[in-house]
């Protein structure tokens, strides 16, 4: 890539990243390596011209999950190949033959995010985990050539956000880069599942710019969790119809907007208990609920045990300290 493209390579143990800021493109391609088996790259970049990527495998035994969190792209095998568009909070899955190349392709003057997770099935040392990757998507036939795109998953956008965002170095950055790649991997598999049984009853009215208002009020909802809402007052912000409101945070969430507000206000709870000295009934108050009865029954529901059992055990903790 960098003898096409230009830039410069940063090296930082397993982690690599392409950064570029000429008069092809401008942004970055990262790339880092999870084990022998599973590798992750994620392009953050805006290209100035059309630029498509082709890679000619040596094995039909690679499978490429990807994700869109930002413009789009399109994948196709060979030139000629029809193209499967990835679109804003996409999932994508897609492994070719070893006769066969894969185009990834790139519009122009177009802010791009995207995040591909490839998996060398014969190579992953979890047995579990390689039989589920053959039965589900058949790599092993050399003459197979699997494409698929996904309905919409915000999940996972979270999941990539929280990847970027981890500051720690060594070992533990290491650890945390790992468990967040696999749990994304994970969530792609169970997308994927979730398609092929949903499938014929899926029928979306949403469109992109309607997924992107739910998130935007999700985020939203999640700064402000105090807030007294009303399926009126969210309807009014985002510029969404209640009912598309309801559809959009069955897609992403797979909850309704009110269990989703409920399990945003637990999960503040939840993190007001482990950082702060509020008591109980104070942090009621702060996620803007007014009855400590109905708090502890949606805490037991989500932590299996009360909050204040949950507060003590806390506060029980040994103190460590690390040299």
């Known amino acids: 890539m960098q003898l ?52 000619k495998l040596q094995n039909s035994n690679l499978i490429h999950f990807g994700y869109c969190s930002k413009g789009q792209m399109a994948q196709s095998f060979g030139e000629d190949g029809i193209q499967n568009h990835l679109s804003q909070f996409q999932t994508g899955i897609f492994s070719g033959s070893s ?5 990834l392709t790139f519009k122009k003057n177009e802010e791009v995010k995207v995040s591909i997770i490839t998996v060398d099935i014969l190579s992953v040392s979890d047995i579990e985990l390689r039989t589920q990757l053959q039965n589900i998507f058949q790599t092993t036939q050399e003459d197979n050539d699997f494409s698929y795109v996904g309905s919409f998953n915000l999940k996972i956008a979270e999941k990539i956000e929280h990847l970027n965002t981890i500051s720690q170095n060594g070992l533990v950055r290491n650890l945390l880069i790992n468990s967040t790649v696999y749990l994304i991997l994970a969530l792609e598999i169970e997308q994927h599942k979730y398609d092929l049984i949903h499938t014929e009853s899926y029928c979306s009215s949403l469109s992109q710019a ?7 009020i999700s985020e939203f909802i999640k700064n402000y969790p105090e807030i007294q ?26 909850r309704t907007v009110t269990d989703f507000i409920r399990n945003v206000r637990v999960e ?16 009621v108050y702060t996620i803007g609920l007014t009855s400590r009865s109905y708090f502890s029954k949606i805490f037991k529901a989500k932590y299996n045990c009360s909050p204040k059992h949950y507060q003590n055990y806390l506060n029980n903790l040994p103190v460590l300290s690390y040299l």
């Open 268 to 283: 503040a709870a939840e993190n007001l208990i482990r950082t702060t000295e509020l008591n109980i009934s104070e942090i």
């Open 210 to 216: 309607d997924m992107e208002a739910i998130k935007d």
């Open 99 to 103: 006769e066969t190349s894969t185009l």
């Open 4 to 55: 096409q493209l230009g830039g410069k390579i940063e090296i930082k143990s397993k982690e690599y990243k392409l950064v570029i800021d000429n008069e092809i493109a401008k942004g970055f391609i990262s790339g880092v390596s999870i084990e022998n088996a599973i590798a992750y790259l994620e392009y953050d970049i805006f290209f100035k011209e059309n630029v498509s990527f082709e890679g």
């Open 229 to 254: 809402y009303s399926l009126k007052y969210l309807s009014k912000k985002s510029g969404l119809s209640p009912f598309k409101l309801q559809e959009g945070f069955k897609i992403m969430h797979n």
